[in-house]
């Protein structure tokens, strides 16, 4: 977080780097609603969750008639984000020519809608998650050795839940919090037992997975507090 404190005000690209559920997409809200482009768009695209020929367009746009179905011109993300903030999230899933096409954008700062004819300035800061090790998969060939040096002039290593035992009591007293509320159920403390339980658990899901199980125990636990069987 001091790290995260100290590049945020910057323009520099940011790699986001964890184990899945560890929390990479708040990092990089963090960032953004830290930065001097707090005020604009803050754009999340799930690398992951796009098929491929898909991604290309939702990330640079189209124009009318581009490919079949364009029925009409469309603004991609690229063009979104324009003056604020674009997150690539698990951009290691993304193909070899995509990530050229992206190189490009970040390099010049323009971008080419697919079936445009002209160039397209975008003024954008870009953020990116993986929780693949980005290093092996340059050496492995299946991403581009120069995008990586391009994304990672910061690199915000999140470490997994396990790591930092401290954490998992207050998030989970947080959790609970938001979940009563939510529910519309009386706050109930966490019990000494079920806070022993909690921190011998290794997390496999880290916080995403601290979550749901605080949001089950809201839910389930029955007496004054919540309990280890409610955990």
């Known amino acids: 977080i001091k790290l995260a404190d100290q590049v945020s005000a910057s323009d520099a690209s940011i790699m986001i780097t964890g184990e899945s559920g560890v929390g990479k997409e708040v990092m990089a809200r963090y960032v953004h609603e830290k930065s001097k482009r707090a005020q604009k768009p803050f754009i999340s695209v799930n690398c992951a969750a796009i098929p491929d020929n898909l991604l290309e367009s939702e990330l640079f746009g189209h124009e009318k008639g581009a490919f079949t179905g364009a029925m ?34 970040l390099q010049e700062r323009v971008i080419d809608r697919v079936g445009g004819a002209k160039p397209v300035p975008v003024n954008i800061r870009v953020l990116a998650t993986s929780n693949r090790n980005l290093a092996q998969a340059v ?26 035992p401290a954490d998992i009591v207050v998030l989970s007293e947080f959790f609970v919090k938001k979940y009563s509320e939510a529910n519309g159920i009386p706050l109930k403390l966490i019990g000494l037992e079920a806070k022993r339980r909690l921190q011998a658990h290794g997390w496999p899901g880290n916080v995403r997975e601290l979550e749901n199980a605080m949001h089950r125990a809201v839910l389930l636990s029955a007496g004054a507090e919540i309990d280890a069987e409610a955990i």
């Open 72 to 105: 009409a011109r469309r603004i991609g993300k690229f063009e979104e984000a324009d003056g604020g903030t674009l997150l690539l999230d698990e951009i290691s899933e993304m193909d070899a020519r995509l990530q050229a096409k992206l190189l490009r954008a």
């Open 139 to 164: 050496k492995e060939g299946t991403f581009r050795e120069d995008l990586l040096y391009r994304l990672n002039v910061i690199n915000l290593a999140i470490p997994p839940l396990r790591e930092r």
